[in-house]
């Protein structure tokens, strides 16, 4: 008897293309799942990330804010106008410090400032400090400079020590005047430029806090302090390296 053969036919080839074509739409649709489940994890994380420094940064501002009342308190307590005065510089450094957080907070950036509003709103407050005290006019010009968060400190630091030395020393007895502040960039450097139209400046500039901390922030920012005596008035020009 003549063994009985099988009538089925062998496996087409033509069906191996769809085979792979089945397993590699599967495989796409499960790397496909697994890469928007891990964008969506990675979203949530930056969400939250987002709420934490919001939250920080409040705090931060809080605590600054905090810190300016009590100063204000025991300027107002204190009779000795010499701590009056050291009080007042105080304060004014933390409101420099304050203002950073402040454009933080309507920056999409948490970590980069545009130096033009920054230091508007720098000059801006220590023109209303002096408003009825002092007639001092304050002109501003800053170009759109964007730096980081720590440079910006420092420059706004900077603006804040120069122009308070013009408002102590440059304009003796009630003297009018104005002051010119001019922020600028140039090659890889940030020039900031403070000029009053005062009784003059020496050379060599007084060994006060403020000048040592200006020299002290320069030096941090890889810088350089130029003072320049005018027919009328006096010009510091600080060159700091930009993103140093």
């Known amino acids: 008897m003549l063994p009985r053969t099988s009538s089925r036919a062998p496996p087409s080839s033509a069906a191996i293309p769809l085979v792979l074509f089945v397993l590699t739409g599967i495989c796409i649709a499960a790397v496909t799942e697994l890469l928007r489940h891990t964008l969506q994890k990675l979203a949530e994380a930056n969400r939250y990330s987002e709420v934490l420094l919001q939250e920080r940064a409040h705090r931060t501002r809080n605590d600054l804010a905090t810190i300016v009342s009590v100063l204000r308190l025991q300027a107002r307590s204190a009779t000795d ?32 400032i545009d130096l033009a509003a920054y230091i508007e709103a720098l000059c801006g407050s220590l023109a209303n400090f002096h408003r ?15 730096v980081r968060s720590s440079q910006a ?7 804040n020590e120069l122009v308070t030395n013009c408002f102590k020393y440059a304009f003796p007895e009630g003297r009018r005047g104005a002051v010119e502040v001019d922020v600028r960039a140039k090659d890889d450097s940030i020039l900031v430029t403070v ?23 320069a030096s941090q920012m890889k810088g350089a302090v130029t003072r320049r005596p005018l027919s009328e008035g006096c010009e510091v020009q600080v060159s700091l390296a930009r993103d140093a």
């Open 81 to 112: 106008p010499a701590v009056q005065a050291a009080i007042a510089s105080a304060v004014s450094r933390v409101d420099v410090v304050a203002k950073v957080h402040d454009r933080l907070r309507d920056t999409a950036d948490s970590n980069r």
């Open 195 to 217: 000029q009053d139209n005062g009784v003059g400046c020496p050379l060599e500039g007084k060994s006060g806090l403020g000048t040592r901390l200006i020299s002290l922030l």
């Open 153 to 159: 400190a420092s420059i706004g630091l900077i603006v």
């Open 132 to 146: 009825g005290v002092r007639t001092i006019s304050i002109g501003v010009h800053c170009e759109n400079i964007e």
